[in-house]
Every structure is written in structure tokens, then in C-alpha cells.
Nanobody, 113 residues
Framework: QVQLVESGGGLVQPGGSLRLSCAAS??????MAWYRQPPGKQRELVTG???????NYADSVKGRFTISRDNAKDTVYLQMSSLKPEDTAVYYC?????????WGQGTQVTVSS
């Protein structure tokens, strides 16, 4: 049974930092990613990482967010810095097996003073 367990969300002031983690289990995972869904908006891709470590980022987070993964632990991380109010959203972990895609439960990130 595949499980994705996220942690690390919370409330942070503008300019602050947060680190999200997502531990995956139950299969072999290839590409992993973080998506977010701001209030009243559609879910959007934030960043992704291949099993080999290649990364891609949405223009809105380039230079501020860093994705990384520990393949031995099947865990993906999202280091977020210089956070802005517009980064407020529910953040979802996404992990792909050879024939399916899975989602975490989501973790709330709120950037506010």
C-alpha cells in the first residue's frame, strides 16, 4: 500500500523559511514533486525532481525554493525561503511509480504577518 506522509507546514512571516518533508513508502518511486493550491485557485506545480536528481521549478519560486530527495529513504524535501504572502497555499507531495501517481494529504503553509 502506497503512503505519502507530509510534514513541516505552518505559519511563517513574510521573508521567513519553512522546510516541508514527504516520506513515501510502499513502492518504487521515480519522479517526485510538490504542488500547491492557493485559496480559491487551481492546484499548480511548484517543483519536481527525477530519481536521478534533475529538477525543475515554477518561475514564481525560482531562486527561493529548493527541492531535494533522499532515495534511500524515499523522502522528498522542499526548502522554502524568502516566503511571500502569495506562497500561502496547501502544499501537496506527488510521487510517481511506473504506472501510477500518488498524492499526499496536503499541508497548509500560511505566510502572514
Amino acid at each position: 500500500q502506497v503512503q505519502l506522509v507530509e510534514s513541516g507546514g505552518g505559519l511563517v512571516q513574510p521573508g521567513g523559511s519553512l522546510r516541508l518533508s514527504c516520506a513515501a513508502s510502499g513502492s518504487i518511486f521515480y519522479a517526485m514533486a510538490w504542488y500547491r493550491q492557493p485559496p480559491g485557485k487551481q492546484r499548480e506545480l511548484v517543483t519536481g525532481i527525477s530519481k536521478g536528481g534533475s529538477t525543475n521549478y515554477a518561475d514564481s519560486v525560482k531562486g527561493r525554493f529548493t527541492i531535494s530527495r533522499d532515495n534511500a529513504k524515499d523522502t522528498v524535501y522542499l526548502q522554502m525561503s524568502s516566503l511571500k504572502p502569495e506562497d500561502t497555499a496547501v502544499y501537496y507531495c506527488n510521487a510517481n511509480t511506473i504506472d501510477n501517481t500518488y498524492w499526499g494529504q496536503g499541508t497548509q503553509v500560511t505566510v502572514s504577518s
